[in-house]
């Protein structure tokens, strides 16, 4: 059975800094990596790594957040400094097989950041 668990979310103020952190378990993984979706709007890609090192990041959060990732164990961090208002989401963890690149989400985890 396939489960990818976040944590780390909270909230905080303008600036500041916050850590998220993904477990993935019961599969090989080719590319984890996060999403967010705040309220009225659709999901979008917030940073991606595959297992080769290669990393995506949307433009908005470019210089302020970094993505890592240990193959070895299957989990996917995320730091974010330079928070701001609009990076306020539910932010989703997921991963995508290495057999079937079937894709799996996290429950999600609240990221509120007050101005």
């Known amino acids: 059975q396939v489960r990818v668990v976040e944590s780390g979310g909270g909230l905080v103020q303008a600036g500041g800094s916050l850590r998220l952190s993904c477990t993935a378990s019961g599969s090989i993984f080719k590319s984890m990596g996060w999403y967010r979706q705040a309220p009225g709007k659709q999901r979008e890609l917030v940073a991606t790594?595959?297992?080769?090192?290669?990393?995506t990041y949307a433009d908005s959060v470019k210089d302020r957040f970094t993505i890592s990732r240990d193959n070895a164990k299957n989990t996917v961090s995320l730091q974010m400094n330079g928070l701001k208002p609009e990076d306020t989401a539910v932010y989703y963890c997921?991963?995508?097989?290495?057999?079937?690149?079937?894709?799996?989400w996290g429950q999600g985890t609240q990221v509120t950041v007050s101005s």
């Open positions: 790594m595959a297992a080769g090192g290669t990393t």
């Open positions: 997921t991963g995508a097989t290495l057999v079937g690149s079937l894709n799996y």
